[in-house]
């Protein structure tokens, strides 16, 4: 199972995807909890991805490229795993293809997390308040939907070329988002 999951901040991707990893025993790996990471740290990597993070622009493609490759060397990721927050953009997208087909691998399926911006808005406020996010104060909250809007959901048509592509019916509990992306993802290996 080689999945990326996509779809906006406060779609709840990061969610679905800690229930993918447990529901398949597959890695999630988050170029988000990577730069976090890395920022909590205090490498010169973390330094350069503080500021550009705090501000809801994207680090640049060559440093998350690395950070990925790296983490897709390690031994776990022979059975597959769920991609968070990567791509992010065409460039990542092809990056990606790249890389995995230097390892013998492609990306199987792609979900598509779909919510309106309304509630998007609302949930990253709810959960600015529960877990301060650096990044989940107004300004940047703005600036990561646009950024997405302009960069990421390009993506999706990406993956939708690619037959590769599912949308899921984002809103609803957690629970039940999660019984749409089973069912889209054993649906099709049926
Ligand atoms: P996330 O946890 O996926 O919402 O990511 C938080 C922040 O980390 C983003 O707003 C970006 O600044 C940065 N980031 C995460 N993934 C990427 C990526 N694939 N490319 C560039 N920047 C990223």
């Known amino acids: 199972m ?15 995807a800690t229930r993918l990893r447990d529901h398949y025993r597959v890695p999630h790996i988050s170029t988000g909890d990577l730069l976090r990471a890395a ?11 503080k500021a550009v993070m705090e501000a809801g622009a994207l ?6 490229l ?3 490759e ?3 060397s390690q031994g776990d990721t022979g059975g597959g795993y769920v991609l968070d927050g990567y791509p992010r953009n065409l460039a990542q997208a092809n990056s990606l293809d790249a890389l ?17 911006t309304e509630l998007l808005i609302a949930r990253i ?16 909250v703005r600036k990561r939907l646009q950024v997405y809007e302009e960069q990421t959901a390009p993506v ?17 509990s957690m629970e039940a988002v999660f019984e749409r992306v089973v069912e889209a993802l054993d649906s099709r290996y049926a």
Do not use: C, W
Not at 59 to 64: A, F, P, T
């Open 39 to 49: 920022v909590k740290v205090g490498t010169p990597l973390g330094l350069q991805a």
């Open 125 to 140: 406020a709810g959960r600015a308040k529960a877990e301060g996010r650096a990044d989940d104060n107004p300004e940047s």
């Open 70 to 72: 790296e983490r897709l």
């Open 156 to 172: 999706i048509e990406f993956y939708r070329h690619q037959q590769k592509l599912t949308a899921v019916d984002g809103v609803g």
């Open 2 to 16: 080689r999945l990326v999951l996509l779809g906006a901040p406060g779609s709840g991707k990061g969610t679905q």
């Open 59 to 64: 680090v640049s493609d060559d440093i998350v």
């Open 66 to 68: 690395a950070m990925l």
């Open 100 to 116: 995995l087909a230097r390892l013998g691998q492609s990306v199987e399926r792609a979900i598509q997390l779909d919510v309106d």
